[in-house]
């Protein structure tokens, strides 16, 4: 409806704003100034217990220094209430004794008939209270006690039961003089299609009341006593007080309890709701039986920042769980996110509780999972990532869920975070327990540590020297020239660094290079410590690589890596080689195993020609500069001629 010009100015100017803020929020006696109007308060939007929401009674506006909502009387009506702009001003108008202007006439009809459909609502919830009582609810207050129910949560809920007829409420409502198409509007009864009396909606079920934000119930959802029934929970049809999807269960007793600071729990079903508020979980909410909405998870965010999805411990609550997370990617926003509980297996919150307590619950709670956490999983559990392909099809997924999230920032950190996660799943698993993993398939007792005098000889460092002495140059390379690494990326990953600090660089190397490699250094410098990469330069055999110091050539850092990289890969495989064989020697030794190991040999010496090779076409200058040998002896030969021409003349 559109009010008068004037209304809303002379509707502020009747309320005091820290008389409407006042009815929700405890003062801070010592930061407010009551006679200028100036107070201060922690803020009732936002988990906090220092007072950072102010309010400007001269003024009318109130504004928090942590959460940054802001905003007039009417706004915080409709924020803490969870009502629309006009019943904000109704609200309001009515604590000011301002009458309200007159209607739409349609508008105000329909308001009538919500307000009609109300009471009528009330009157289903009190009949069905009554019956609970009878013996006719005999069964399902059994039931009831069998759940841990006892009389005082029954009021507190306002359970009740519909008798097993089909015209139970509708007869007690016409006796009552409600009119047909309020019952039927309701959804508390249902036209027959045989040309009788309608029938109720809900027979031979537990009722529980749906009531919205501001108490009214509009809804009801039961239980089938009947273990036969094909709907073991039905709700309400929709009406118009009633939209499944923009409604929770609980909805205004858990807000009130989330203001206390309790956390924001969202469970399954009644039962679970009901259960987790009687245990000490007040800010407990359900979905009403369906898949978590938009407009609900919405409601969600304006109640609590990140809110914990408590769901069952089976297939079902996990397929829920991931709809949600589908769901909630694309409304991300900083600061709201969402948090999953996943119950132990073939439980759910009520199981849990009456077998293991409070404490059980509030441990599972507590170990809450974040929400990449739970995407990571759906894409990687039960699976094996042993191709590029697979590994590609990975990434992919992943970076298609990602693109969903519309913030730029955490779109960023999530793009991080997986990236750790998946550096942690395929980086090489060097040892497990007291057996690592060998080639070819072959469980071997895991090394032990060298004696100082063994590491100290020359067959322990002889190869394991060259090999940390390649590492050290392949590291280098990389760190000067970050756009080849990610064509060297999977070797790179691959690569066994056995010295700590290369290991720790590799891993820099890895994370940064391709996302940011402009700022790599800084990278690393961070990550490790500021003279980590300047120590590695600084080495003799780092220094006098031509791709070290001189970066920028692309293609001799290519040219370069792959070299020294087949270089460790070989000298790696002859030992792995060598010591399989070492293990087969002990049992039958045949031809298949000399061959093997001549393979393995000829292919670290074919890796250790192509530098003799190198060493036979070019010469080292001083500065460490390879030379090709032909182009010098022809240079040489034109310097000669040159000098010979000079003479003659």
Request: glycine share 6%; proline share 5%.
């Amino acid at each position: 409806m559109s009010l008068p010009p004037g209304f809303l100015d002379e509707l502020r100017t009747r309320l005091s704003l820290s008389q409407v803020v006042g009815r929700k929020v405890m003062w801070d006696a010592r930061k407010s100034n009551q006679g200028k109007g100036d107070m201060w308060a922690p803020c009732p939007f936002h988990h906090e217990k220092t007072a950072s929401f102010h309010v400007d009674d001269q003024k009318g506006f109130y504004y928090c220094f942590g959460c940054h909502a802001k905003g007039d009387a009417i706004s915080f009506v409709k924020e803490t209430e969870n009502v629309s702009f006009i019943e904000a001003v109704e609200i309001l108008a009515r604590e000011a004794g301002m009458p309200m202007p007159a209607r739409d006439p349609k508008a105000q009809e329909k308001q009538d008939r919500r307000s009609q459909l109300a009471e009528v609502m009330e009157q289903a919830a009190q009949f069905f209270r009554l019956q609970l009582k009878t013996g006719a609810g005999g069964a399902a207050l059994d039931y009831l006690n069998r759940r841990g129910l006892d009389a005082q949560a029954l009021e507190r809920w306002e359970i009740g039961f519909a008798p097993d007829g089909w015209q139970a409420l509708w007869d007690h409502l016409r006796g009552k003089n409600v009119a047909e198409d309020l019952i039927l509007g309701a959804g508390l009864a249902k036209p027959s299609n045989k040309g009788k009396k309608p029938y109720d909606t809900f027979r031979n079920r537990i009722m529980f009341p749906i009531r919205d934000p501001r108490g009214r119930c509009i809804a009801f959802g039961g239980r089938a006593m009947d273990p036969n029934d094909n709907a073991k929970y039905l709700n309400s049809p929709e009406t118009d007080l009633f939209d499944k999807g923009r409604s929770l269960y609980n909805h205004g007793p858990a807000r009130q309890s989330a203001g206390k600071d309790l956390p924001l729990v969202v469970a399954e079903g009644y039962m679970d709701v009901i259960a987790l508020a009687e245990a000490g979980f007040g800010a407990s909410v359900a979905p009403l039986g369906t898949a978590i909405t938009e407009h609900q998870l919405q409601l969600l965010w304006r109640i609590s920042d990140e809110p914990i999805i408590a769901l069952d411990g089976d297939t079902a609550g996990l397929r829920a769980a991931m709809r949600a997370v589908d769901l909630a990617l694309p409304l991300l926003e900083a600061g709201k996110s969402l948090r999953f509980a996943l119950m132990p297996e073939g439980k759910d919150p009520d199981d849990l509780l009456r077998a293991e307590g409070a404490g059980a619950v509030q441990a599972v709670l507590d170990g809450a999972i974040p929400m990449v956490k739970l995407l990571w999983q759906r894409e990687t559990e039960g699976k094996v990532f042993d191709s590029p392909e697979r590994k590609a099809a990975l990434d992919k997924v992943l970076r298609d869920k990602i693109k969903l999230i519309r913030d730029p920032s955490i779109r960023s950190h999530y793009g991080q975070e997986i990236k750790d996660l998946r550096w942690q799943l395929f980086r090489p698993q060097r040892q497990s327990g007291n057996r690592q993993w060998q080639p070819r398939g072959k469980w071997q007792p895991a090394k032990q540590p060298a004696t100082p005098g063994a590491r100290a000889s020359f067959l322990a460092s002889s190869e394991d020297a060259e090999i940390q002495l390649r590492e050290a140059a392949i590291l280098a390379i990389a760190a000067l020239n970050p756009e080849v690494v990610v064509q060297f990326e999977h070797q790179l990953e691959e690569m066994e660094c056995r010295d700590p600090d290369h290991a720790a660089l590799r891993h820099a190397i890895l994370r940064h290079a391709i996302d940011d490699p402009d700022n790599l250094k800084d990278h690393i410098a961070e990550t490790l410590r500021p003279q980590a990469l300047e120590n590695l330069l600084a080495l003799r055999h780092v220094a006098v690589i031509p791709c070290v110091y001189k970066p920028g050539d692309v293609e001799k850092a290519e040219m370069t890596l792959a070299e020294e990289l087949a270089k460790i890969k070989a000298l790696r495989g002859l030992d792995a080689e060598i010591a399989e064989a070492a293990e087969e020697l002990s049992d039958l030794a045949d031809e298949a195993l000399t061959y093997r190991l001549a393979q393995a040999a000829e292919e670290r010496n074919r890796t250790s020609r192509s530098q003799n090779e190198d060493r036979a076409v070019f010469d080292i200058a001083d500065n460490g500069a390879r030379i090709n040998r032909d182009e010098k002896d022809a240079f040489k030969a034109i310097m000669s001629g040159i000098n010979f021409e000079r003479k003659r003349r």
